[in-house]
């Protein structure tokens, strides 16, 4: 199992609004996710700076890069787009984290 950390900006003020669109998440995007291994998966919010840091678990990276492509995904970042810094592309802007630490 490969963890995997990363730290996204979400914009003031649409703190309680990403909050409420997480805990209706999409049944065909939660399916999604877990088809490609995907287990454990958190983000947490910074409240002093609005960063976003998520985290979770997967068997093979390469699915986890496959996901730009899925078409629910592009429509979850188009959804989403208003409330973080996005690419071009609408996918939010994405910085992997280097882990420095781990207690098994």
């Keep these: 199992m490969q963890r995997v950390a990363f730290k996204m900006q979400l914009l003031e003020g649409c703190e309680a609004e990403y909050k409420k669109r997480h805990e209706a998440l999409w049944p065909e995007l939660k399916a999604l996710l877990k088809k490609a291994g995907i287990k454990d998966y958190s983000i947490f919010l910074d409240e002093e700076t609005n ?3 998520g985290y979770l678990t997967i068997e093979d990276k390469t699915k986890l ?3 730009p492509n899925e078409p629910v995904m592009k429509k979850w970042w188009a959804y989403m787009k208003d409330m973080m810094e996005t ?3 609408n996918s939010p ?4 984290l280097q882990e420095v630490f781990y207690l098994p």
């Design 51 to 53: 960063a976003l840091i």
């Design 65 to 67: 890069e496959a996901l």
């Design 87 to 89: 690419n071009k592309d």
């Design 93 to 96: 802007v994405s910085v992997r």
